[in-house]
């Protein structure tokens, strides 16, 4: 009886130091991911800087300071640059 209380409390330890903060962390990803706009700079999960140009359902395109244009995954997009 008292191996399985351990093992019990061995998966709440487990579920609160580690699945929790990994599905709270990915929600917030995917909450941004969902709300990018239209001229937003972001960061890509490669370290590529940009500014949207334009929006897809599964697809941002990206321009660069010197106009070139390229094509990424909305889950590529790491971080949105806060406006200064």
Known sequence: MYSIIMLILM???FY??????????QKK??????SLQKGDDV??????????????????VLITENGTKLTYDRTAV???KQQQ
């Not at 960061?43 to 941002?60: N, P, S």
């Open 16 to 25: 609160f130091l580690l699945i929790r903060p990994q599905q709270k962390r």
């Open 43 to 60: 960061i890509t999960i490669g370290g590529f800087h940009g500014k949207i140009h334009a929006l897809d359902e599964g697809t941002v």
């Open 78 to 80: 790491r971080e949105v």
């Open 29 to 34: 990803v995917q909450e941004m991911q969902t």
């Open 11 to 13: 998966f709440v330890i």
